[in-house]
C-alpha cells in the first residue's frame, strides 16, 4: 500500500501492518566528522586515524547521528509536514556501525492506530522502524508513537 500525498493524508492512511520503505541516504565520513565534533566527539567518530586502529576498525557515526538521519527519513517518507508529536521513543538499539559510505534507509511498520483516549480529535500510531545499510543489515531500530 502506498500513501497518499502529503496534503491528503488523514489518520486513517495509517492501518495496522502499513509498512513503509524510505529513499535511501548515502552517509559521507564529513558528515560523520561534523555531526559527531559537534554533539558526540569520542575519537572513533571524528578522528579517522585512530579509530584505524582501534577496536573499531575505522570510523563510525555516532548512534545519535544514526538518530537523526533515520529521523529525517522518517519525516519525509512516513510524516512529512504532518507537525506529529511524539511522546517518546522505547527500545532504541544499535545494532551495527554506520560507517562512510553506508547508504541507509528506513522501514516503518505501523503495529497500531487508535484514537488519543485523552485527545479524541487526534489519533495515536504505533510504529516499528527499522535501519538498513545497503548490504541489507539493520543498523538501528526501536519503537515510536506520533
Known amino acids: 500500500m502506498s500513501l497518499p500525498p502529503t496534503d491528503q493524508r488523514a489518520f486513517e492512511?495509517?492501518?495496522?501492518?502499513?509498512?513503509?520503505?524510505?529513499?535511501?541516504?548515502?552517509?559521507?565520513?564529513?558528515?560523520?566528522?561534523?555531526?559527531?565534533?559537534?554533539?558526540?566527539?569520542?575519537?572513533?567518530?571524528?578522528?579517522?586515524?585512530?579509530?584505524?586502529?582501534?577496536e573499531f576498525g575505522g570510523l563510525m557515526a555516532s548512534g545519535w547521528h544514526t538518530c537523526a538521519m533515520a529521523m529525517r527519513l522518517f519525516f519525509d517518507e512516513f510524516l512529512p509536514g504532518s507537525g506529529a508529536l511524539?511522546?517518546?521513543?522505547d527500545e532504541l538499539r544499535w545494532r551495527a556501525p554506520v560507517r562512510p559510505g553506508d547508504s541507509i534507509r528506513v522501514?516503518?511498520?505501523?503495529?497500531?492506530?487508535?484514537?488519543?483516549?485523552?485527545?479524541?480529535?487526534?489519533?495515536?500510531?504505533?510504529?516499528?522502524?527499522?535501519?538498513?545499510?545497503?548490504?541489507?543489515?539493520?543498523?538501528?531500530?526501536?519503537?515510536?508513537a506520533n
Open 13 to 54: 492512511d495509517y492501518p495496522q501492518g502499513l509498512t513503509v520503505i524510505s529513499k535511501t541516504h548515502a552517509v559521507t565520513e564529513k558528515e560523520i566528522i561534523d555531526f559527531a565534533a559537534a554533539y558526540d566527539p569520542q575519537y572513533f567518530h571524528v578522528d579517522k586515524a585512530r579509530a584505524a586502529k582501534s
Open 107 to 144: 522501514k516503518v511498520t505501523v503495529e497500531g492506530a487508535r484514537i488519543s483516549q485523552s485527545k479524541p480529535d487526534r489519533g495515536v500510531i504505533n510504529t516499528f522502524v527499522e535501519v538498513f545499510n545497503q548490504s541489507d543489515a539493520v543498523v538501528m531500530s526501536f519503537k515510536a
Open 86 to 89: 511524539s511522546p517518546g521513543v
